[in-house]
Nanobody, 119 residues
Framework: QLQLVESGGGLVQPGGSLRLSCAAS????????LGWFRQAPGKEREGVSC????????NYVDSVKGRFTISRDNAKNTVYLQMNSLKPEDTAVYYC????????????WGQGTQVTVSS
């Protein structure tokens, strides 16, 4: 069964940190770019960050630059999103996805993990 499974979400106070993980099973992530997306209530899903297949290129939406870091460990078939200095506006369901390239459509999606930033 081909799937991506996110973990690491939760409730955190403003200024806090979380690390999201997304592990693949049933296929290898080696040849895919990997992206993190999020969808807040009442809003459209937006791309947060993406990393190229070899990890040499990353990009971020402006609102998270300097606070979030995407990384990947192909040996563990996993992609991560380190989120620091979290703000209430970061509250959303976060999804990972595999893509053929960062600006392309997603091939596989995870089920999502809730991140809530609140005092």
């Amino acid at each position: 069964q081909l799937q991506l499974v996110e973990s690491g979400g939760g409730l955190v106070q403003p200024g806090g940190s979380l690390r999201l993980s997304c592990a693949a099973s049933g296929f290898t992530l080696d040849y895919y770019a990997l992206g993190w997306f999020r969808q807040a209530p009442g809003k459209e899903r937006e791309g947060v960050s993406c990393i190229s297949s070899r990890g040499g290129s990353t990009n971020y939406v402006d609102s998270v630059k300097g606070r979030f870091t995407i990384s990947r460990d192909n040996a563990k078939n996993t992609v991560y999103l380190q989120m620091n200095s979290l703000k209430p506006e970061d509250t959303a369901v976060y999804y990972c996805a595999s893509l053929y390239y960062c600006s392309g459509p997603a091939v596989y999606w995870g089920q999502g993990t809730q991140v809530t930033v609140s005092s």
